[in-house]
């Protein structure tokens, strides 16, 4: 029997998962498996470089969570360094090119699309000077923790208030610089309501971090060595001897739309249920470049989460290795925290419900993360919506402190199980002083929730 | 009109959320409420003995969630040190006596039923000696305090290794005094299987605590001053100050079983899902007087715990107050504290799965609370429990430091939702750096279950 052949473009979570998977399920003399991968590192988390950069996490070995040397001690033929430039799917093969500039074509029987994502990067003069930096790869951390040990830094400017820019303000905090996020939206974390991400303002305006909303960043301003000095807005400027873009990203397609693979309206490649490309029995396709369902609002949508792209990796190494897995869906949970603040959301804000046609009611609350007389205890909101008529639920935020952000996953939970608010407020959840108060934070939620649908 | 008459015994977690939510529906003209409590304080957390005890909480006052005078200002008619020493349903009515023993008949449109649990006290000699204490209301933690004031304490044996005899011993520990462990059961926490429990014997142990397993205590040993001065087993004698009584408790049902009303083979009353008392229309119970279904297992239980009683109040406040509620039963969630170790529980262990019947498999894991690479990452054991053939979740148990315990509520849902093990592994959990592994050890153990199970 000749070997299947297996390419994966792309060695990190996604990619790197479904190989190993893969790998566990079928030895080389089944399977060989080859790995593209145009940047030199490998399985790393692109989540923890915010913590790295602040000085919270040695780096950048320890945000490696398999080096090439294991993987290939466990058969996988990785090639870092290696570019895929174009696929054929009619001939079934991949043409990559070398570090020194040579072409070849790689024929496959099953082909892994895990091409990430790729960071925003507003078209503005100045975008591209000296001490501008994303936060993407490792190389951009090693990139930005140089800029910060230069002479003279002492002032940062974080382009964007979502997940990333929020992390990227903590870890310019905890480097002793002074701050100031520049946000498009009316509040930072535009996942969030408006209300809930006031709270988060509030706080990271407590820290001493300047937030300015509503702004377009137009222009990074430079000094006589080419060097960033200040980043302008249509009112203003704000010093920075840093700029730190952290305004999301967009699936990293190219290769694929070139191919004719199906796309959806946010740019990621579009899969079956098993993770198969639509329409292309042997390409799979997972991680930050293909869209997910929400299964709340019922829309498919775009998430670069680290979480999602592994579990599409089990996936797809499952299917390929000749076992069966699925990828149901998301519910749009993302937790983070800016310093001691933690927040959290899953399921639709209000916007998202509108847009997917659902009318609901909102339910808003302050708790305490643990009985109130306890040590620590510390104030949260919660905010819930629920579904009129139904009751179902469709979506929590949470913004609070310590014990805050992981009591989202019950709210997970329970919109994966289709559960109404009422039926939550009987939630059989854990108790004891030190952990929660005697209601825990969501069940009181849900009860103000079930109230406003109209308890009887 | 003439306003209806509820009459509540026991004025604490129960009966108080009933006769609040009763009287948030109802005004004084509709509905007349009198609550006799034969003790001298209401609504108050007993839960937080343990840690007031301790030195964590200042107390008492700071544990009474609501006191007499704030339910009296809310129309409540409350009588403190009156006990009911009969029921007489045909006629409905109560009879009380007061301090001063004279006696009185209350006649009630509306009895609700609050009058706790009672704990357990073996019968040995020296029971009844100086320095033995039970921690079970506030005048039970004040005598604790004046007996820890005392000259030369220097060490406590705690009878029972339960929640509360864990929760004491952390508190003694705390306290600077000596502490042994004396329990019945093989492993500490009998609500866990043996192998969970004995890491939490290993923790306690490594904190210093002696643990004796599998010793009955037969006497407690006094000193001339009729103080005691040791507890003895068959086997040996263990030096003890103080000795502190944790061996659980039964439903407090005197009263009850006196007049006739249905109780449980546990002990406790038996009611609807409205908590109405079978065969009884006017007479309501709630709290730790009563059985509650386990949904997993099918059966009846008595499980003693303040946030059980709570919902239980709430849902008879709310169908007296005229509107609709009920209590579906419990999953049977726990969780717990000694010093840094975190012990939770929820569903089924393996004897009571056993017990009901059911055939399952085991799947235990190691993880860690945040990325393994993320300051203060600490390790956790998780084991699950999944029944055979269907892959439906029994059971989780979680041994851990901080951030373990309440990742068991992820559990709970899903035993409330009826998921399988196989559906737990997409399921969409927060994840970020600070908060867990990309995996949560949740999903960890459900992969390692579904595997278990027979995963295609």
Request: charged fraction near 30%; proline fraction near 2%.
């Given at each position: 029997m000749t070997a299947q052949r297996l390419v994966v473009i792309g060695a990190d979570a996604a990619g790197m998962s479904a190989a190993s998977q893969a790998r566990r399920r079928k030895g080389p003399d089944e399977l060989a498996i080859t790995a593209f991968e145009?940047?030199?590192?490998?399985?790393?988390?692109?989540?923890?470089i915010p913590y790295w950069i602040g000085g919270d996490v040695d780096g950048p070995d320890r945000l490696i969570a398999r080096t090439a040397s294991e993987h290939r001690s466990r058969g996988i033929d990785l090639r870092l360094g290696?570019?895929?430039?174009?696929?054929d799917p009619d001939r079934g093969r991949v043409r990559t090119r070398d570090a020194d500039g040579s072409y070849a074509w790689t024929p496959y029987d099953h082909l892994v699309i895990a091409t990430g994502a790729v960071p925003a990067r507003p078209r503005i003069p100045g975008i591209d000077a000296d001490g501008v930096f994303g936060v993407q790869t490792l190389d951009d951390g090693e990139a930005v923790l140089d800029g910060l040990a230069?002479?003279?830094?002492r002032s940062a400017v974080v382009v964007g208030g979502g997940y990333i820019g929020v992390e990227m303000a903590e870890a310019m905090l905890r480097r002793g610089l002074s701050v100031t996020v520049v946000d498009a939206g009316d509040q930072p974390m535009s996942t969030l309501d408006p209300d809930m991400g006031a709270l988060v303002r509030d706080a990271m305006e407590g820290m001493g971090i300047e937030v300015v909303s509503?702004?377009?960043?137009r222009e990074v301003l430079t000094g006589g060595d080419g060097r960033a000095r200040a980043v302008a807005t249509k009112d203003a400027e704000y010093p920075a001897d840093i700029v730190v873009l952290g305004i999301g990203v967009r699936p990293g397609t190219e290769l694929a739309r070139d191919a004719g693979l199906p796309l959806g309206e946010a740019g990621g490649l579009l899969t079956d249920r098993a993770q198969r490309v639509r329409g292309h029995g042997e390409i799979w396709a997972g991680g930050d470049c293909v869209e997910v369902l929400n299964v709340v609002s019922g829309s498919l949508q775009h998430v670069a989460l680290g979480t999602h792209a592994n579990k599409h990796g089990l996936v797809i190494g499952t299917n390929i290795g000749g076992g069966y897995a699925t990828f149901p869906g998301v519910v749009g949970t993302a937790v983070s925290k800016v310093c001691d603040v933690e927040i959290a959301r899953t399921g639709l804000k209000e916007s998202q419900a509108r847009a997917a046609g659902l009318r609901y009611v909102t339910a808003t609350i302050e708790s305490t993360s643990?009985?109130?007389?306890?040590?620590?205890a510390s104030p949260m909101t919660v905010k819930m919506l629920a579904e009129l008529g139904s009751g179902r639920l469709l979506g929590t935020q949470i913004v609070g402190?310590?014990?805050?952000?992981?009591?989202?996953d019950v709210a997970a939970v329970a919109l994966t199980a289709g559960m109404t608010v009422e039926a939550m407020t009987s939630l059989d959840l854990g108790y004891a002083p030190p952990f929660s108060p005697v209601w825990d934070p969501v069940l009181v939620a849900a009860r103000k929730a079930a109230a406003a649908v109209g308890q009887p």
């Open positions: 145009r940047g030199h590192h490998t399985s790393y988390s692109a989540c923890g290696i570019e895929a430039v174009e696929l230069r002479d003279g830094v509503g702004a377009q960043v643990r009985a109130g007389y306890y040590p620590d402190r310590e014990g805050a952000a992981k009591r989202v």
